[in-house]
């Protein structure tokens, strides 16, 4: 089964529009993760947020944790074209050596 | 510039053929993994690696075997078990297991013809 699951599975936004996409896990964790694939593509690492954090911020990209809920947000502010992409989080089921990953949310920014 | 590659990107196996997917990489990670990605779907974790001749199976290693002779190199074998090969096969490495994010390959995309 699947540790993380996004939402929405699919967003469409204008340039220059805020675009928010979440992911719900399971279990207890020691930190979870952020990946961005472009089509074809492999994963890019974006940001890895610990247990104990609760926001995290690199660049345009904001991911906050709340751990008592069992999810994660992120925020990618000021959307160009080039973040259209899936984007995935990752968990690692605390402490199980292997990341866990959700089934992505598609997202489409229009130019 | 270090990082991964996976070749070759893309790869045909007819019925019955066992098929080998190279991974290698110059990070000098000691932690590899991989993943099989299906359209629309997540990573599934097949076989991962925390050191040099041991590996573990993950959740759908049925069908598939690695080696891990060399830090470097983990290669994968789709074995005629594998009765649905077509996917997107993804490669990562990371510095240990578990608490560092991966650094993952561009991905060889294996179609049975």
């Known amino acids: 089964s699947q540790q993380g699951e996004e939402d929405p599975q699919a967003l469409s936004i204008q340039e220059g529009e805020n675009a928010t996409m979440n992911c719900s896990y399971k279990?207890?964790?020691?930190?979870l993760q952020w990946y961005r694939q472009n089509s074809g593509r492999g994963l890019v690492h974006l940001i890895l947020?610990?247990?104990?954090?609760r926001e995290k911020h690199s660049g345009r990209l904001r991911v906050t944790l709340d751990t008592s809920k069992k999810s994660s947000s992120l925020l990618i502010t000021a959307s160009r074209a080039a973040d259209t992409a899936s984007y995935f989080c990752a968990t690692d089921g605390g402490g199980t050596y292997k990341y866990i990953f959700g089934t992505g949310t598609r997202l489409k920014v229009l130019a | 510039d270090g990082g991964i590659t996976q070749s070759p990107k893309y790869l045909f196996r007819k019925e019955g053929q066992n098929v080998t997917l190279s991974c290698e990489q110059n990070l000098n990670h000691d932690a590899m993994y991989w993943y099989r990605q299906d359209p629309g779907q997540g990573l599934r974790l097949i076989y991962y690696?925390?050191?040099?001749?041991?590996?573990q199976k993950g959740d759908i290693a049925e069908g598939y075997s690695v080696s891990r002779e060399k830090k470097e190199s983990f290669p994968l074998t789709v074995t005629s078990a594998q009765k649905n090969p077509t996917a997107f096969y993804l490669c990562?490495?990371?510095?240990?297991?578990?608490?560092?994010?991966?650094?993952f390959g561009s991905g060889t995309r294996l179609t049975v013809v």
């Open positions: 279990t207890s964790i020691n930190n």
């Open positions: 690696s925390q050191i040099v001749n041991d590996f």
């Open positions: 947020i610990r247990s104990n954090e």
């Open positions: 990562a490495s990371s510095i240990e297991t578990g608490y560092y994010g991966y650094t």
